[in-house]
């Protein structure tokens, strides 16, 4: 299994700069990847998760570079293409689109979208992005992406319950986040997704704070490790282990 790291601050008030040496960091350290979310207007502030991961491309070099997840209903679909062809450019083959339909509508307030209609909407906007990833045509767009970086990366999707099947079928691979759920959960649900016959299993928002007992955390990521998750993203909180302790349990 491989390991990664989201790479958005966990301190209120991080300094500048953090975000770069952090992601170099986990890189030197052999984290496989580096991930980011996405949240706004909750009473707390995260980065956006597009300019986060172009400062990690330019940062870093190894380490694939991944949303879990991007609310895809958030955006008007020629924009977001816009954005990740230009990620694109900067991060080439490493990038990895995580996306759901999105699930807090303070997130949607703030981008004056309707929070009712994102299932819908995530449809359309999900068509409509790899239409013109792909350098073709949508509703009279076309966005001439450069030949080197047209095309979609990995789509995985971020889901639960009903959505799994689909991930198996329709994405390239599904994001189960630990963040609400038990480990026998999310191990239930892998079993679901493989027998679907999902290919690329990702575990996230594993936090590692200092609420747990000493030995839980490692428990959690060798149990994934054991029912056969292909990635686990772990998120570095306060008062827990170090990424050379995580890094050495695998």
């Known amino acids: ?13 991080p300094q500048f700069g953090e975000l770069t040496r952090f992601a170099q960091h986990l890189e030197a350290t052999g984290f496989e990847s580096l991930w980011t979310t996405q949240a706004t207007g909750r009473g707390f502030m995260l980065p956006d998760p597009l300019l986060v991961l172009a400062a990690a491309a ?25 954005l990740l062809l230009s990620l694109r450019h900067l991060a080439g083959d490493r990038l990895r689109i995580g996306v759901g339909a999105g699930s807090t509508a303070a997130d949607f307030s703030v981008f004056d979208q309707d929070y009712a209609g994102r299932f819908k909407r995530f449809d359309t906007n999900l068509s409509a992005v790899k239409t013109l990833l792909a350098g073709e045509t949508y509703n009279d767009t076309n966005l001439t992406p450069y030949a080197s970086i047209q095309g979609c990366p990995p789509i995985y999707l971020g889901t639960w319950s009903k959505g799994i099947m689909r991930a198996a079928t329709d994405f390239d691979g599904w994001i189960g986040s630990a963040a609400n759920r038990t480990v026998e959960q ?17 575990v996230s928002t594993i936090a590692l704070g200092k609420e747990s007992k000493p030995g839980e955390h490692r428990a959690r990521i060798e149990a994934f490790a054991e029912a056969g998750f292909d990635e686990a993203v772990v998120m570095f909180r306060p008062g827990g282990p170090t990424p050379e302790e995580v890094r050495g349990w695998l």
């Open 58 to 82: 330019a940062a870093t070099s190894k380490p694939t570079l991944g949303t879990a997840v991007l609310q895809l209903s958030l955006y008007a679909p020629g924009h977001l293409a816009h």
């Open 1 to 13: 299994m491989k390991l990664g790291a989201a790479i958005q601050p966990t301190t209120a008030n």
């Open 186 to 202: 999310l191990i239930e649900l892998l079993k679901v997704y493989r027998a679907g016959g999902g290919r690329h299993a990702t």
